[in-house]
């Protein structure tokens, strides 16, 4: 592809359906914080001030540690804010961002409407600045265990409406199992929520299975796992299951050795719902502009694949249709 193509590629307008809204805290921020609060985190950090992490396990570490300074409502709106700046730079028009009540006020309800109505505010103020429209997936924390998913979802049911508008789960997916979650899930799907999983990352495709029978989800995130029994692959066709794809997570954290190597081709060959995001960008050194540069370049993916990329991903957003169809018009091609 030559540069003018890929550069029209690059700078398209985009819709991410995951981001974990720590995870996309610029590791300069993270550091300011914990040098205005005198907390030593130094072993989060490489000699180059980027995020430092051996493995999957390592970075859920970090990753905690690098929260632990986001210790108030005020501390999440100035992450907000430079979250969706940096997302607009890279022409992200639509995004979900993954919430923890575990982080924002300890699963407490009355603490976690304050972080919310903090990140919402500043949401509001970059959608008038820059144009661009978040909505919230509250997550629970699958390592925390199934008793600390409950009042997260209790969290997202009493918050639930036109601004959050999923619930999820992330975390170590080697602990515990999708069924030991369906209370909290069930809650969330009572309150109107619609529902999404980390599954099929670390766990085979009897994880991603699992997550869509106990969870009911109807999406997955990552779920590149399903590429393993492709019975399950064409069960994700028939029923319409969008698949949060991450490649440079992916990568950066060994699921795969390489881009070349990553089965995202594969499942959009078979017909998947298959979207991209960045997870964690700081983390893994990327940007929504470097994966779609990546997957340019790798799998030789033109305007028209993208297009269709982006659109399956405005449908598949949790948010109103209002929101949709705004999202979608944008998406539009002169
Ligand atoms: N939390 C943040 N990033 C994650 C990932 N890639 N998998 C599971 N939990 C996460
Ligand atoms: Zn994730």
Redesign the pocket.
């Given at each position: 592809m030559d540069e003018d193509r890929l550069d029209r590629v690059v700078r398209l307008p985009k819709v991410e359906l995951h981001l974990?809204h720590?995870?996309a805290a610029p590791p300069a921020f993270i550091k300011g914080l914990a040098q205005e609060k005198s907390v030593d985190l130094s072993s989060a950090f490489a000699p180059d001030g980027s995020y430092a992490f051996r493995d999957?396990v390592h970075?859920?570490r970090v990753?905690e540690a690098a929260t632990s300074v986001l210790e108030t409502p005020e501390d999440y709106a100035r992450l907000t804010s430079a979250i969706l700046e940096e997302s607009a730079a890279n022409d992200v028009i639509y995004c979900e961002t993954?919430l923890s009540p575990d982080f924002c006020g300890g699963g407490d309800l009355g603490a976690w409407r304050e972080y919310l109505h903090a990140i919402r505010d500043a949401a509001e103020k970059a959608e008038q600045t820059h144009g661009i429209i978040l909505r919230g997936i509250v997550t629970c924390?699958?390592h925390l265990g199934p008793e600390r998913a409950k009042p997260a979802a209790r969290c997202a049911a009493e918050t639930a409406g036109d601004w959050i508008v999923g619930f999820g789960m992330?975390?170590?997916?080697s602990r515990g199992k999708p069924k030991d979650f369906t209370y909290s899930f069930d809650m969330a799907r009572e309150a109107g929520l619609r529902l999404t999983a980390?599954a099929g990352?670390?766990g085979g495709a009897t994880s991603v299975r699992d997550a869509l029978q106990d969870l009911r989800v109807e999406r997955i995130?990552?779920g590149v796992h399903a590429i393993d029994d492709l019975s399950l692959v064409d069960m994700l066709v028939e029923k319409g299951i969008t698949l949060e794809i991450?490649p440079g997570?992916n990568v950066a954290?060994k699921v795969y050795p390489s881009l070349a190597a990553h089965p995202i081709e594969k499942l959009r060959q078979r017909g998947v719902n298959v979207t991209v995001s960045t997870?964690?960008p700081p983390?893994f050194h990327s940007t929504m502009r470097d994966e779609y540069r990546n997957l340019a370049e790798t799998f030789g993916w033109d305007e028209d694949v993208f297009a269709k990329i982006n659109e399956t991903a405005a449908r598949s957003a949790f948010c109103d249709e209002d929101t949709r169809r705004r999202v979608l018009k944008r998406l539009e091609r002169p």
């Open positions: 974990h720590e995870g999957f970075f859920l990753y993954f924390i699958r992330a975390g170590d997916e980390h990352e670390w995130g990552h991450c997570s954290l997870d964690d983390f």
